[in-house]
């Protein structure tokens, strides 16, 4: 058997983060071989992990990645079972190394499944494989629930302190000021809009409002020949608070948020990314 070294612990330690005598027993095990005793590792700790799987995942934490150019972003949303693993510095690098991969990687919309698979940026390691060896050191079921990125000719992100919800924002050029950016991520986590344009609103929530507010017109007796402009009126009221173009800012009263955009030098907001626990 090898002589197993002080150092070849520390080396499995560091690139795993699991505990040190469970690196030298991996080790040990392995005969000194440094990717078999990682690979036993990995095995013994996503067995651990089925037997969780169906514990509660209500907490979490929602992390952004934005490109240099700040042509792109990605924003994740990895769930965990209590709020102070949410906040140990190892779920934090966890949240902060999926959304880097999700960014690296070419699709838009990326399946949960194809995500756990990325390469995480700069190491030899998946996104599968710092949930496991996350898991190892924290011993709570861990579950990637949201993945999304987004393009455009700017974005922006921002994640609300509690890092339990999240934006990213693409627009059509960048803003002058910046801030004009940052004021509509807050706006859109306050909001949560349904669409970006009133269009866009899917069909049946406009239908379900239309009757609703007929219903209501014919309740309370009102005329049939006014019954038609009540309803019109409440779902174009309905689409103001819910398409985000339409709707007033919320840091800039009586401005719809098409006329703040278009006083920072943006015509229009291509994407929208929205993720919060427990949504």
């Not at 990326?110 to 995500?115: D, K, N, Y």
């Not at 309740?219 to 409440?234: N, R």
């Amino acid at each position: 058997m090898a002589a197993i070294t002080a150092a070849q612990v520390k080396a499995l330690r560091e690139e795993t983060g699991l505990p040190m005598m469970e690196c030298k027993s991996a080790l040990v095990e392995a005969d000194g071989n440094a990717q078999e005793a990682k690979d036993l590792l990995q095995r013994k700790y996503k067995g651990k992990m089925e037997k969780r799987a169906g514990n509660v995942t209500g907490e979490g934490r929602v992390a952004i990645a934005v490109a240099d150019d700040r042509k792109s972003g990605a924003i994740i949303d990895v769930r965990c079972e209590s709020a102070p693993v949410a906040k140990t510095d190892r779920f934090i690098q966890l949240a902060d190394n999926i959304a880097r991969a999700v960014l690296a990687q070419g699709e838009v919309s990326p399946s949960l499944q194809s995500a756990l698979g990325l390469q995480l940026v700069g190491q030899n390691r998946t996104v599968e494989d710092d949930i496991t060896d996350t898991f190892g050191l924290i011993r709570e079921n861990i579950k990637l629930e949201g993945v999304r990125k987004v393009c455009g000719g700017f974005v922006c992100g921002y994640v609300h302190h509690d890092a339990k919800t999240g934006v990213l924002v693409a627009l059509d050029a960048v803003p002058n000021p910046e801030s004009v950016a940052i004021d509509l991520c807050h706006h859109v986590t306050f909001t949560n809009p349904m669409a970006i344009h009133r269009e866009q609103i899917p069909e049946p929530e406009i239908t379900k409002m239309r009757s609703l507010a007929r219903e209501i017109a014919e309740s309370e007796g009102k005329p049939a020949q006014v019954i038609e402009k009540i309803v019109e009126g409440k779902v174009n009221a309905f689409c103001a608070e819910n398409a985000l173009m339409d709707q007033e800012h919320v840091k800039v009263p009586k401005t719809k948020v098409r006329d703040v955009l278009r006083g920072g030098g943006v015509n229009d907001v291509l994407d929208i990314a929205f993720l919060k626990i427990g949504a």
